[in-house]
């Protein structure tokens, strides 16, 4: 292949540009933000399901309470209304007296005991219910956390997208005057390769920072300036500027 050696510089600027368009996204790709963001979404996540937890917990108990709370409603009205046909004379027969004043010993102390029981369990249900606040707090706190470091990512995006851009306008402009079929063999090296095209500097490749053999040193000077040379080591476009003093 043939190309003017005005259009061949010209794919060093390209492989300069590239090289930039390259780094930023490179750069989006690896935003500290970003491994921000996923562990405090990890955590987020844990902790958006201890709430469940906790607050399952929570209605639980407080269910709970309130079967507990009909139970010791239920003695207290058997023992109010055992207590007032004592009180009312009702009972005349002294082993009936003696045995409804029996049963309102024992659902009194099945009332204490019940009692004792929705204590508890009110106990457990505030200590469920402090729980789903404080898990909740947190869950919250790291959100707020993780919306500011989405911010500065999406900051930080806009600032690389709108260099990108200008950079990709650049590209574009130091590509058209470029002959299609020496494009087209540099975009097939960039592919591969990372880069199509390095300078020849002296007898060393800048590509592949190898030195080029006398073989292929005398090659190249033998060759005429238009025609496009290759670099036996990593088969990129070798450039020859005046610093290749060739």
Known sequence: MKAAPAAQKRLLD?????????R????????????????LSTRVARLATQVITAETEATDLAREQVKAEADVDSVRIRAE????????GQVSSPKDLASLQSEIVSLNRRQSDLEEVVLEIMERREAADAQVTKVAAERDELSAIRGRAEDRRDAAFAEIDKESAEVKS????????????LLALYEKLREQFGVGAAMLQGTRCL?????????EINRIKAASHDEVIRCDECRRILVRTPESGL
Do not use: F, M
Request: aromatic residues 0%; neutral net charge.
């Open 207 to 215: 590509g592949c920072r190898t030195s080029l053999s006398i073989a």
């Open 14 to 22: 390209l492989a300069e540009l590239d090289s930039v368009i390259d």
């Open 81 to 88: 209304r055992d207590q007032k046909r004592l009180d009312s």
């Open 24 to 39: 930023l996204a490179h750069r989006r790709r690896t935003l500290p933000e970003l491994a921000e963001i996923d562990g």
């Open 170 to 181: 650049r590209r574009a402009k130091a590509g058209a005057d470029i002959p299609a079929d």
